[in-house]
């Protein structure tokens, strides 16, 4: 009932679950045939099993380290329990090819197309925003906080269309200066703008990690906290200690949880002088340590 030839092309993302009926039909004008298939030459792949009794090929491909095709026969007997004369064979010859993984990265900030080969119905996606810039500290040494990373989604057998393409922006992380001289813009500046970019692939979207609060200012003056992003970052010195909380979603339309980002670490002292620890992807920041040095 499966033609002879190739029964296509296996692609690393799509190796589990295989199945594929090789049986054949009766078209005799025997009462009582059953069938026995076995594999009379070559190999099927690796991980996969003909039941002998049905036809089916079935099971889950062993990855491939390059693109591995494997020729087999296979060979179906009939037989007729009321009809000890009759006998019947036919053998029918096969390939299947199991792809190997290809990996695609994109590192350069910016935007472009994936253009997604011909055949491929998902793929495994790992995307990671920029992180946010560190906290300023004062010339006095009273430190920022560290800035969140990029928030972070992997989302496997992500659906694709064979033949298409797929839109991404690679975000860039963000950076300021180190050191200050306060002044009263400042104080109000927003951090949220040296937030690192969001990073993109079709609808799954990475915020960038959130900028770091200050360390205070020699007259003891406080800038903001730590800002908010993909992950939060950390407070800086007292009095601007809280962090950031990180705003890392998880991807939509889906049950399983596909994003990640925690907040920063709180500055929990009452008169420190170091910044907390930026969030990551893992885990949260790390609280500040009682002690002077930026």
Known sequence: TTSAGSLGTVYDV??????????????????????????????????????????????TANAAG??????????????????????????????LTVAAPVITSYTSTGSGTFSVPTGLTTVDVLVVAGGGA??????????????????????????????????????????????????????SQSLSTYNGQDSVFGTLTAKGGGAAGDGPAPNGTALAGGSGGGSGSGGGSSPSPNAGAATQPQQPGDSGTYGFG?????????SPYNGSGGGGAGAAGRPAGNGQGP
């Open 262 to 270: 925690n907040a920063g670490g709180s500055n929990a002292y009452t």
């Open 14 to 59: 799509g190796r589990t679950s295989l199945s594929y009926n090789l049986s054949v039909a009766d078209s005799s004008s025997e009462t009582d045939v059953t069938f026995a298939y076995a594999v009379t030459s070559g190999s099927v792949p690796a991980g996969l099993s003909l039941n002998t009794s049905t036809g089916a090929l079935t099971g």
């Open 134 to 187: 560190g906290g300023k500290f004062s010339s006095t040494g009273y430190g920022g906080g560290g800035g969140g990373a990029g928030g972070l989604v992997y989302r496997p057998a992500f659906p694709v269309t064979p033949g298409g393409s797929v839109s991404y922006t690679v975000g860039s992380g963000s950076s300021r200066p180190q050191e200050y001289s306060i002044t009263t813009e400042q104080k």
């Open 66 to 95: 390059s693109d591995t095709t494997s020729n087999f026969t296979v060979t179906a007997t009939g037989t007729d329990s009321s009809d000890s004369s009759y006998s019947e064979t036919l053998a029918t010859a096969y390939s």
